[in-house]
């Protein structure tokens, strides 16, 4: 039962142009919503969250998307830069068990310079 | 300032060993997770600790249990290893529940 979903596996953008990863979820109960973002090796790090109650929240070249009605998230990037090279992951909270915060199963953003 | 540390970072198993994979957090969060990521599944939550002295289960909990041994410590041990449970395994903590969630460096788990 995935109730957040990547539905891309891979992303490929050239140095300077936006890149745009999408998160689709289907528990209209989720009200907390983070991207993460992974390095070869690494254990997942913080990158942005966005609460139900806004739809768009920024944080320099980073900005998160909320589409309620559509239960749709996207994170843009831009410019992209090349290290920003890496998985991205999804996430997803609260509602019935608020105590599990869900992950999307990733997308690999390849930036080629 | 070390964040979240794991140990060990690789670990090969035969079908039926135990091991205890370790955590520590220096960050004084109240709470700790372990995670589970296999490919195509994104992580995965296997059981979680609400604050110290409390455990519970995750999504995939069957074949593991844990320890809060202190507010810096989870442990998650595997009783009886399965090929099942080759995966990455990651730790992670957090000031409270279900908020930015701080991850360690990941166990690479390999059972044969």
């Known amino acids: 039962d995935q109730q957040v979903k990547q539905n891309s596996p891979s992303l490929s953008v050239q140095e300077g142009r936006i890149s745009i990863l999408n998160c689709d979820y289907t528990?209209?109960?989720?009200?907390?919503f983070l991207w993460y973002k992974k390095y070869p090796a690494e254990g997942p790090t913080f990158l942005i969250s966005?609460?139900?109650?806004?739809d768009k929240n920024e944080d320099g070249r980073f900005t998160v998307f909320l589409n309620k009605s559509a239960k749709h998230l996207s994170l843009h990037i831009v410019p992209s830069q090349p290290g920003d090279s890496a998985v991205y992951f999804c996430?997803?909270?609260?509602?019935?068990?608020?105590?599990?915060?869900?992950f999307g199963a990733g997308t690999r953003l390849t930036v080629k310079p | 300032n070390a964040g979240v540390t794991q140990t060990p970072k690789f670990q090969v198993l035969k079908t039926g060993q135990s091991m205890t994979l370790q955590c520590a957090q220096d960050m004084n969060h109240n709470s700790m997770y372990w995670y589970r990521q296999d490919p195509g599944m994104g992580l995965r939550l296997i059981y979680y600790?609400?604050?110290?002295?409390?455990?519970d289960k995750g999504e995939v909990p069957n074949g593991y249990n844990v320890s809060r041994l202190n507010k810096r410590e989870f442990s998650l041990r595997l009783e009886s290893a399965a090929p099942s449970q080759t995966s990455v395994y990651f730790c992670?903590?957090?000031?409270?529940?279900?908020?930015?969630?701080?991850f360690g460096s990941g166990t690479q788990l390999s059972v044969l």
């Open positions: 996430a997803a909270s609260g509602g019935d068990n608020n105590n599990d915060m869900r």
């Open positions: 600790s609400a604050s110290e002295g409390t455990t």
């Open positions: 966005i609460s139900s109650i806004k």
């Open positions: 992670a903590s957090s000031v409270g529940l279900s908020e930015k969630l701080f």
């Open positions: 528990n209209s109960m989720f009200d907390y």
